[in-house]
C-alpha cells in the first residue's frame, strides 16, 4: 500500500490543502463576523434567518476546518473577538445598512464560497477534504439559492438587462 491509500484521514495533507484548509477557516471567522454584524443592521425578518443561517454554516466551517488543521499538527489562526450587540434604532440612518444592499453582500460572498469550494476540491488529492469542500458547496449553493428568492419577493433584486424580444423558432433558424 502507498502513503496516499487506505484511510484518507491518516493520509498527509499536501501543501496546497493545508494552506486552503486553514485560509478557509481564517475566511469562515471573518464571515461569521461581518453577518453578525449585518444581523444588527437588517430589519426583514426573513432576512434576519438567512443571515442566521450563514452565521451557523461558518461556524461550522470553523469548527470542522480547524479540527482537520489540529489533527494534522497545524495551528488554526485565532478566532475573532465577540462583536458587541447592537439594535437597529441605534445605528444613525446614514451609517445603516438597508436590507436590499445587505442581501445583495450576502449573494456575492455566497457566489464567492461557491467558486472558492470548487477550487479547493478541484486541488485536492485526500478524499475526505475534498468531500468537504463539496459539502460546503452544496449548503452554499442552497443558501444562495434561498438569498436569490428572498431578493426577488421583497423586491430587492436588481436584475441586469433583460432579452425581452427573442427570435421566433423561425428566425433562429435563418
Same mark, same amino acid.
Given at each position: 500500500?502507498?502513503?496516499?491509500?487506505?484511510?484518507?484521514?491518516?493520509?498527509?495533507?499536501?501543501?496546497?490543502?493545508?494552506?486552503?484548509?486553514?485560509?478557509?477557516?481564517?475566511?469562515?471567522?471573518?464571515?461569521?463576523?461581518?453577518?453578525?454584524?449585518?444581523?444588527?443592521?437588517?430589519?426583514?425578518?426573513?432576512?434576519?434567518?438567512?443571515?442566521?443561517?450563514?452565521? +451557523?454554516?461558518?461556524?461550522?466551517?470553523?469548527?470542522?476546518?480547524?479540527?482537520?488543521?489540529?489533527? +494534522?499538527?497545524?495551528?488554526?489562526?485565532?478566532?475573532?473577538?465577540?462583536?458587541?450587540?447592537?439594535?437597529?434604532?441605534?445605528?444613525?440612518?446614514?451609517?445603516?445598512?438597508?436590507?436590499?444592499?445587505?442581501?445583495?453582500?450576502?449573494?456575492?460572498?455566497?457566489?464567492?464560497?461557491?467558486?472558492?469550494?470548487?477550487?479547493?476540491?478541484?486541488?485536492?488529492?485526500?478524499?475526505?477534504?475534498?468531500?468537504?469542500?463539496?459539502?460546503?458547496?452544496?449548503?452554499?449553493?442552497?443558501?444562495?439559492?434561498?438569498?436569490?428568492?428572498?431578493?426577488?419577493?421583497?423586491?430587492?433584486?436588481?436584475?441586469?438587462?433583460?432579452?425581452?424580444?427573442?427570435?421566433?423558432?423561425?428566425?433562429?433558424?435563418?
Amino acid at each position: 500500500m502507498g502513503i496516499l491509500s487506505g484511510n484518507p484521514k491518516n493520509e498527509p495533507l499536501h501543501y496546497g490543502e493545508a494552506y486552503d484548509v486553514w485560509q478557509f477557516s481564517m475566511g469562515a471567522k471573518g464571515c461569521a463576523s461581518l453577518y453578525r454584524a449585518l444581523s444588527y443592521h437588517a430589519g426583514d425578518k426573513e432576512l434576519k434567518s438567512l443571515i442566521g443561517d450563514m452565521i +451557523n454554516q461558518a461556524e461550522l466551517e470553523v469548527a470542522e476546518c480547524d479540527e482537520i488543521l489540529v489533527h +494534522n499538527g497545524l495551528v488554526p489562526s485565532p478566532g475573532l473577538p465577540d462583536r458587541p450587540e447592537a439594535k437597529l434604532e441605534d445605528i444613525p440612518i446614514g451609517a445603516r445598512l438597508s436590507d436590499m444592499e445587505i442581501a445583495a453582500m450576502l449573494s456575492a460572498d455566497t457566489a464567492a464560497g461557491l467558486v472558492l469550494c470548487s477550487q479547493i476540491m478541484a486541488k485536492c488529492i485526500r478524499e475526505d477534504v475534498a468531500a468537504l469542500f463539496a459539502k460546503y458547496h452544496a449548503t452554499k449553493a442552497a443558501i444562495g439559492l434561498k438569498a436569490l428568492r428572498l431578493s426577488k419577493e421583497k423586491g430587492w433584486l436588481i436584475p441586469p438587462p433583460l432579452v425581452l424580444d427573442r427570435p421566433t423558432n423561425e428566425e433562429s433558424k435563418k
